[in-house]
């Protein structure tokens, strides 16, 4: 099956620092999607992303899909201590049969604040 | 989005025992979904609980060992089977809402096998 391969796997950083992940696929994917998990919780959805070339904000959180549907951002600028956690990439890829497809996780980003 | 609750919320089984997983949605969903996080990892898809009808497995996934019922469009359950330490995981329900191309999560069953 298809496969999202993110990084960087794990991150230090400053409070205060800026922070940026990506995913990328071998193919393309109709959706992006990025979520963050709190240890003892599912995932929250942060962001979607639904067009190529898209670039969309929330807050302190910044996400684009790339232009050639096979690859993503996620950037968070002025980090705070609870921004800590697992952030994972989400794709669906191109519908096939009609009906909606589940998601395919990328391995996830943990990202550790040092305040 | 959609709020949705699991029951349990955890729970510790003995290996052969089988465990039934329920996923309730405060809302009407076409779409639900029931996925496996391994500890550590990342999350997998088992299946797609769809309404009024057998639930679609993913590869590596099989309805002996994970049966799922779908009976209305705001209530699902999945049941592991004949469990293994192995099947120890968190497992989570997520559902689509109509129109959205997106997947809001439950907070997930903590299941330890021993």
């Known amino acids: 099956g298809q496969q999202l391969n993110q990084s960087p796997q794990s991150m230090f950083i400053q409070e205060g620092e800026d922070v940026s992940m990506n995913c990328t696929s071998s193919s393309i994917f109709n959706t992006w999607l990025w979520y963050k998990q709190d240890p003892g919780e599912g995932p929250v959805l942060l962001i979607a992303l639904y067009k190529a070339g898209e670039l969309t904000s929330n807050g302190r959180l910044t996400a684009q899909f790339g232009i050639t549907r096979k690859d993503s951002f996620l950037n968070i600028s002025a980090s705070i201590p609870s921004d800590v956690g697992i952030y994972f990439c989400a794709g669906t890829p191109p519908l096939s049969g009609g009906g909606a497809d589940g998601l395919t996780f990328g391995k996830g980003t943990h990202l550790i604040i040092q305040p | 989005s959609a709020v949705i609750s699991q029951k349990p919320s955890r729970d510790i089984c003995q290996r052969g025992t089988s465990l039934t997983i329920q996923c309730q949605v405060d809302?009407?969903?076409?779409?639900m979904f029931w996925y496996r996080q391994q500890p550590g990892q990342s999350l997998t898809l088992i299946a797609t609980a769809n309404q009024g009808s057998e639930a679609t497995y993913e590869s590596g996934f099989v309805i002996d060992k994970f049966p799922i019922s779908r009976p209305n469009l705001t209530f699902s359950t999945l049941t592991v089977s004949n469990m293994s330490p192995e099947d120890s995981s968190i497992y989570l329900c997520s559902v689509e809402p109509s129109g959205a191309s997106t997947q809001y999560f439950g907070p997930g069953t903590r299941l330890l096998v021993l």
């Open positions: 809302s009407q969903v076409t779409m």
